[in-house]
């Protein structure tokens, strides 16, 4: 549908996933600004069309070279969709509910931001996760801390999506027994469906 990932990047494999992590960081870094504003707009467009039948979203609020979600959150706010936005509490990630109110978002060691409040309970429809890379078989590479793939493996987070710019999808890692799948990975170009 959007051409082989393998016949774009050419035969080379990078083995090392900190390699990858590099290379990726760094493709994602330099994709220009002009061009990431349209491409996060269509981003935004196709995970509404995709989405909006479910009503309670669990995502990241993305920061630096990340696809954007601010307006994607935004919008699924104004729609009256249950966000929650990722806390990290030792190796796990909760979910917490998100009002938009950016006031209420302190920044963890990573610089992340955070929500403060009460972790939810239960579980949420669907699960938007950050990824550097992701792989025709829905695998996603992200930063190195596994908390995305404890939290599917725990059960939780209902359909599983990866939100990123078509550069990032490749052939150029597989996954390892840790890494648990997505169910959709949605870019500029469209939607990417895995059968998992």
Not at 75 to 101: C, H, T
């Amino acid at each position: 549908m959007f051409g082989d990932p393998q016949e774009r990047e050419g035969i080379f494999k990078v083995t090392d996933r900190g390699e990858l992590r590099y290379k990726y960081r760094i493709k994602r870094e330099y994709f220009l600004h002009s061009a990431r504003e349209v491409a996060d707009g269509a981003i935004c467009d196709a995970a509404i069309a995709a989405l909006s039948g479910y009503d309670s979203f669990f995502i990241y609020y993305s920061f630096s070279s990340e696809a954007d979600t601010h307006a994607l959150i935004d919008k699924l706010i104004a729609a009256g969709k249950k966000v929650y936005l990722p806390r990290v509490e030792g190796r796990e990630m909760s979910p917490v509910l998100y009002d938009g109110n950016a006031d209420k978002l302190v920044k963890n060691r990573y610089g992340i931001q955070e929500p403060v409040g009460e972790r939810a309970k239960g579980d949420v429809d669907v699960t938007v996760a950050p990824l550097l890379a992701v792989n025709s078989k829905g695998y996603r590479l992200g930063y190195g801390g596994g908390y995305y793939d404890r939290f599917f493996a725990s059960g939780k987070g209902g359909l599983r999506v990866g939100l990123g710019y078509f550069l990032q999808y490749t052939e150029e890692f597989e996954g390892s027994e840790n890494d648990e799948p997505l169910d959709l990975f949605i870019s500029e170009r469209g939607i990417i469906r895995f059968g998992r």
